[in-house]
């Protein structure tokens, strides 16, 4: 790797979700949501730094993994 890293790793997630309350057989609240981001792991010698980002492109992957 160019800046000196023996291994490399980054975790994606793109999970969305939709919850329902129910009360008395009535529905009170729906409520949707989406939770996405990225963690890059860079592993140089004995350490280890992460770093984590939301922002998913290519961009910002790479500045995540620059601020390990």
């Not at 980002?53 to 995540?64: F, V």
Request: negative net charge.
């Amino acid at each position: 790797m160019r800046t000196g890293g023996e291994f490399a790793e980054v975790f994606v997630e793109d999970r969305r979700g939709i919850s329902a309350l129910f009360d008395d057989g009535r529905v009170e609240e729906l409520t949707s949501g989406r939770d996405r981001g990225a963690g890059v792991r860079v592993v140089v010698g004995d350490t280890t730094g992460f770093a984590h980002t939301a922002d998913l492109s290519r961009t910002g992957l790479r500045a995540a993994a620059q601020m390990i």
